[in-house]
């Protein structure tokens, strides 16, 4: 079995790109913005390209805000992070810690839902 892995290739007119390598069969991808699956993620195969697939996660206007926005990219069936990436709007942050923080609160909650999922399923 080979791993999968995602790779950015561009932002471009508010539509994030990747491309996916390593996925058995049609994957299926969710994006997670504040907790919230965001709608028109698409996925298709790269012709000519067997196993390879593209990734366009379009990004609602009404999501950009002042401050650091994390948009999480996982695995729908299995919840397992594909990937991550953080738009940053208003005033230059360099070196900010605030994308990290975003980014791992993302995770603890990604982690949270899975813990109480597992328990649920144990406790029969």
């Known amino acids: 079995m080979s791993e999968v892995k995602?790779?950015?290739?561009?932002?471009?007119?508010g539509v994030w790109e990747g491309v996916?390598?390593?996925?058995?069969?049609?994957?299926?991808?969710?994006?997670?913005?504040?907790?919230?699956?965001?709608?028109?993620?698409?996925?298709a195969e790269i012709p000519d390209s067997a196993g390879n697939w593209s990734v366009r996660v379009p990004i609602p206007a009404d999501l950009l805000s002042e401050g650091v926005q994390t948009f999480l990219i996982r695995d729908a069936e299995t919840g397992?992070?594909?990937?991550?990436?953080?738009?940053?709007?208003?005033?230059?942050?360099?070196?900010?810690?605030?994308?990290?923080?975003?980014l791992l609160r993302a995770e603890l909650d990604m982690l949270k839902r899975a813990f109480r999922r597992h328990c649920l399923e144990t406790v029969t």
């Open 80 to 102: 397992d992070k594909l990937g991550h990436f953080t738009i940053i709007t208003g005033v230059a942050m360099e070196d900010d810690v605030r994308a990290e923080i975003d």
């Open 6 to 13: 995602l790779v950015k290739t561009r932002l471009r007119s």
């Open 20 to 43: 996916l390598t390593g996925a058995n069969g049609t994957p299926r991808i969710e994006v997670i913005h504040l907790e919230r699956p965001l709608t028109g993620v698409a996925v």
